[in-house]
């Protein structure tokens, strides 16, 4: 289903080469260049849709959106969404949290938490379930620590290394560098609460620039949506659809050495 969110995000008016990456479970990226529309899926997994993390939520009211630390004296900042008590965090959350957190030093370039570097960030610290350390980022409604621990950082990691790699792979098979993309337009189920600052931090958009990216929410929903006012658009998306090269990345040398460097934090 590539047609969907393709249309109202970058074909009807960008010119290219622009990038459409979906942050979501099959992590979709489009790449527009002259003529050509070249496409790939990667395994990304559920992880920054909040599914299958300690805390994880999607986004919707309640769910912490956006997180930051403030170092002298050590503090954790969050917003929610609703601006209620917090019941869980969303993928804008993770993506902070990963860039946020080895700014600061609570995490090495492996995911692993060094929270004795950090002044008076020990006490925000426990043991987890699976022995691995745990962050307390927030306390919930019920007073429940809410946290993200090293297992939920590990599998964040792979969602960030697969879609960083399906990146480097679709550019490079279309000889194009990410210096010569005009946007990069950044979609996913999480709206528009993302800071694409802390995407590029974290290694998810590699080689780009902040000004080069734009964040565009619910991409497919948008499309949806035109769908159902517009036939002409329908007409216009189904023909888009059939111009789309399809890149199998298992298929494509190289992309595993990719996806195994990404695994690591800048």
């Not at 189920?189 to 929410?217: N, S, W, Y």
Request: with cysteine; aromatic share 8%.
């Amino acid at each position: 289903t590539w047609w969907p969110g393709c249309w109202p995000a970058v074909w009807a008016y960008d010119t290219g080469p622009c990038l459409l990456v979906d942050v979501g479970t099959n992590g979709e990226i489009l790449l527009k260049h002259g003529d050509r529309v070249l496409g790939c899926a990667t395994a990304a997994g559920p992880a920054f849709e909040g599914a299958g993390l300690s805390s994880g939520i999607r986004a919707g009211r309640g769910a912490i959106s956006q997180i930051s630390f403030n170092l002298n004296p050590f503090e954790i900042v969050t917003k929610v969404i609703g601006e209620d008590r917090p019941i869980g965090l969303c993928g804008s959350a993770y993506i902070d949290f990963l860039s946020e957190a080895r700014a600061a030093g609570l995490l090495n370039p492996f995911g692993r938490f060094e929270p004795h570097d950090v002044p008076g960030a020990s006490e925000h610290f426990k043991s987890h379930d699976d022995h691995a350390s745990a962050m307390v980022v927030a306390r919930g409604r019920g007073g429940q620590a809410l946290l993200v621990t090293e297992t939920d950082i590990a599998t964040l990691l792979q969602a960030k290394a697969a879609i960083a790699a399906g990146i480097e792979t679709l550019l490079e098979q279309a000889q194009v560098k990410a210096a010569e993309i005009t946007t990069v337009y950044l979609a996913g189920g999480f709206g528009t609460h993302m800071d694409h600052r802390h995407a590029i931090a974290c290694g998810l958009l590699p080689g780009f620039v902040a000004e080069q990216v734009k964040v565009v929410g619910n991409s497919s929903l948008a499309g949806a949506f035109l769908a159902l006012l517009d036939q002409g658009a329908m007409e216009e998306m189904k023909k888009l659809a059939m111009q789309v090269e399809v890149l199998e990345l298992n298929l494509v040398p190289g992309f595993e050495d990719r996806y195994i460097d990404h695994l690591q934090l800048p």
